[in-house]
């Protein structure tokens, strides 16, 4: 039987984990802490929480993001995660958490943390105006949110975000990051 625990990890070893371990993105430049779920003495996922990426969100600093959440598969492993980054978030002081899944995604994990979407997100058209930007995965985003000051949940967001589960493709990341490639 799975015994999970939730356990600290640094910054760098999760940043490797999420390189190995997520589906369709590639581990981000940082963050600033990060939250892991282990099963005896094997981490089974972590989750990253930074500023956010919207410039916008940033501009509040009591807003916070999950930038990545990477799971091995482990049943239940990922909204356990979830749910002790928002935990460690909110006793640091932020007081919102924002994440979001692609257009696609059942986004199980964050339901079962207690997430709500509170909407959904257009591929951004001038996100490549700045050199040296990729974009793995572009396309819709479903955001989700959770804390005292997150946005009120988004009913008819929601209701889209399920109807687009199975049928919007979710392709897997192709290469590895050359940063991190090799790194144990």
Do not use: F, N
Request: glycine share 10%; hydrophobic share 45%.
């Amino acid at each position: 039987m799975t015994r999970l625990s939730v356990v600290p990890i640094g910054v760098r070893e999760a940043l490797r984990h999420v390189e190995a371990h997520h589906a369709h993105h590639h581990a981000p430049p940082g963050a600033s802490l990060a939250a892991a779920v282990s099963d005896g003495e094997r981490i089974v996922c972590v989750a990253l929480v930074g500023r956010p990426v919207a410039r916008m969100l940033d501009a509040d600093p009591t807003c916070a993001e999950v930038t990545r959440c990477a799971s091995d598969g482990t049943p239940h492993a990922a909204s356990m995660c979830l749910a002790a980054a928002r935990r460690a978030a909110l006793a640091l002081g932020y007081r919102r958490l924002v994440s979001y899944t692609l257009l696609g995604e059942a986004g199980t994990s964050y339901l079962a943390a207690g997430w709500i979407v509170t909407g959904l997100v257009e591929a951004s058209q001038r996100w490549h105006t700045r050199e040296g930007r990729t974009t793995i995965q572009g396309g819709g985003k479903v955001r989700w949110e959770t804390g005292p000051d997150a946005l009120p949940a988004d009913g008819a967001a929601a209701l889209v975000a399920g109807m687009c589960v199975g049928r919007v493709e979710v392709s897997a990341r192709a290469e590895v990051l050359p940063l991190l490639r090799g790194v144990a």
